[in-house]
């Protein structure tokens, strides 16, 4: 399936429910808990960067932020039903052309330090360590900053 960019009109609400779906098994598990919390269907559509998603209806779905030294890739998100059939690696291979579209050296995302399923697989696909971050309120990182260079 090839990922493609929703045009209005659009099912942002679906979209976001989807995301919350992708992202309910870090409940518990990460402290603090998801800015997606914090976040909304508008926020989605708002987005000054580039949102993609794959299927009809909406199976995955990805952030795309351009920064200076790399294009971020946030809220990577599968509808769980569909984990693991290869969703995850179609956009992130889509990140990277879209990262050399926009002149940019790398893709660079973040991932709670408690979820190591998901490092690994950042691993897999060529990303490598390169950083951690900490919330505001707490003493130690809380998130790594994976970066792959293209």
Not at 8 to 32: H, N, Q, T, V
Not at 33 to 61: F, N, Y
Request: charged letters at 20%; aromatic letters at 8%; proline letters at 9%.
């Amino acid at each position: 399936m090839t990922p493609f960019r929703p045009q209005p009109p659009y099912d942002w609400d679906a979209l976001f429910a989807l995301m919350k779906r992708a992202f309910a098994s870090m409940e518990g598990r990460i402290d603090p808990p998801s800015s997606l919390h914090k976040m909304t269907a508008q926020d989605l559509a708002t987005h000054q960067g580039e949102v993609w998603v794959i299927g009809k209806p909406t199976r995955a779905c990805m952030v795309l932020t351009p920064k200076p030294h790399a294009l971020h890739l946030g809220r990577l998100s599968v509808d769980p039903p569909w984990q693991g059939k290869g969703y995850a690696h179609i956009l992130i291979t889509h990140a990277e052309s879209r990262a050399r579209d926009l002149g940019l050296p790398a893709l660079e995302l973040q991932s709670r330090i408690e979820l190591v399923e998901n490092h690994a697989i950042f691993f897999a696909l060529g990303f490598e360590q390169s950083g951690a971050t900490t919330h505001e309120g707490f003493d130690n990182p809380t998130s790594l900053v994976f970066t792959k260079r293209l």
